[in-house]
Nanobody, 125 residues
């Protein structure tokens, strides 16, 4: 069974930058779209960004637009989340998630079939 594995989280000062990575291991997955969710402490999981695997459109949440950038490696087996100008409000557990078919709603975590274990991002003031 294929798994997604995130890495790159850590503690960073406000205004700093961090890059998260998400790679697949243990098999293959017919990915339609892949993206990042985050779950701040005590809050619900929310969509950060999602990208069409074919290289189509990419959606960013308003809260991160202009600060975060999602990219895909040339080999197409790894995706990244480049986070700049980090704020304390960005503190959350960040998850990589993939969908094997077009999601009915890109915002709904239940529409994504494959999830990583999460990586913690903590932004200090």
């Amino acid at each position: 069974q294929v798994q997604l594995v995130e890495s790159g989280g850590g503690l960073v000062p406000a205004g700093g930058s961090l890059r998260l990575s998400c790679g697949a291991s243990g098999g293959t997955f017919n990915t339609y779209s892949i993206g990042w969710f985050r779950q701040p402490p005590g809050k619900e999981r929310e969509l950060v960004v999602v990208m069409g695997w074919s290289g189509g459109s990419t959606y960013y949440a308003d809260s991160v637009k202009g600060r975060f950038t999602m990219s895909r490696a040339n080999a197409k087996n790894t995706v990244y989340l480049h986070m700049n100008s980090l704020k304390p409000g960005d503190t959350a557990l960040y998850y990589c998630a993939a969908a094997g078919a077009p999601p009915n709603s890109i915002y709904d975590p239940k529409e994504y079939d494959l999830w990583g274990q999460g990586t913690q991002v903590t932004v200090s003031s």
